[in-house]
């Protein structure tokens, strides 16, 4: 995206942990001017004190954006910062889980554009997926602007309600880490039956990258198109869906209860 109306009025950065790290590197890289970035991070890490970005200075009076990173138990205590550039035409996007807009208008002012996303940490390697969501006061433009920020680290996509985002969190935002224990479990699962374990992990790490390059490279096929693609009638691959796709005890119902759980506590976060 052009960077041109951030440069010229300023981005704030409130938290700059992984996920505001993830985001940052790909604006940069992008072409964001890291003089136009004030990040405030009590605690920042090397990669961020040599970035150029204005650290912990102070902000600028109306900056195009504000971007709130900050873990959803420390927002209450961060958020007060930013109560004067509310009500104005700065642009809030939060990507804290659990922070209704209500919530966050209560302290930035009912007047403030606001916007929750929801991005996960594939954004770091700019293959990330977003989710939006604004209130009454976000502007088309508002929109634009926000997806453009978010597209330089990944896809994005509009929700049609907030109560959705909840849902996005428990299945794209935690999903990176099912996919992480999938490795996991693969790897374990072949050292069991005779491989080295670093052997099983590289083959367990190589085969879930392989099959997410291709689902990416294959838009028009659906995931169970390309699962029969690899399967052949009374098989290898045949034998062991069998047991994945038990309707009783395989992966569908096994993550149908684990994304319920991340649901549930989603909610909770929101209370």
Not at 205 to 231: C, D, H, K, W, Y
Not at 259 to 267: L, V
Request: proline letters at 6%; one cysteine or more.
């Amino acid at each position: 995206m052009q960077f041109d109306q951030i440069s010229a009025s300023g981005m704030v950065l409130l938290g700059c942990g992984k996920m505001g790290s993830a985001m940052l590197k790909g604006w940069l890289e992008g072409g964001l001017a890291p003089a136009s970035v004030y990040v405030t991070e009590p605690h920042p890490s090397d990669w961020l004190q040599a970035s150029g970005v204005q650290l912990n200075a102070p902000l600028p009076h109306a900056p195009a954006v504000a971007i709130l990173a900050v873990k959803p138990q420390m927002m209450g205590a961060a958020l007060p910062g930013l109560q004067e550039l509310g009500n104005g035409k700065t642009l809030f996007i939060s990507i804290a889980a659990g922070t209704s807009l209500q919530r966050l208008a209560q302290t930035l002012g009912q007047q403030t554009p606001i916007i929750r996303a929801m991005p996960n940490t594939p954004a770091a390697v700019g293959c990330g997926i977003s989710a939006l969501i604004g209130n009454a006061q976000v502007s088309e433009a508002h929109m634009a602007l926000a997806e453009g920020l978010l597209a330089a680290v990944g896809e994005t996509v509009r929700l049609e309600n907030e109560a959705q985002i909840d849902a996005v969190t428990a299945l794209s935002g935690s999903g990176p880490a099912y996919v992480f224990h999938l490795i996991e479990a693969m790897a374990l699962a072949g050292a069991a039956q005779g491989l080295a374990p670093d052997l099983a992990m590289r083959l367990a790490r190589a085969t879930v990258i392989g099959a997410g390059q291709l689902a990416a490279g294959s838009p028009e096929a659906t995931a169970a198109q390309l699962r029969e693609n690899v399967t052949s009638p009374k098989g290898t691959t045949e034998a062991a869906l069998r047991v994945l796709m038990d309707d009783g005890a395989g992966l569908p119902p096994l993550m149908e209860r684990a994304i319920a759980a991340a649901h549930a506590r989603a909610r909770e976060l929101a209370q």
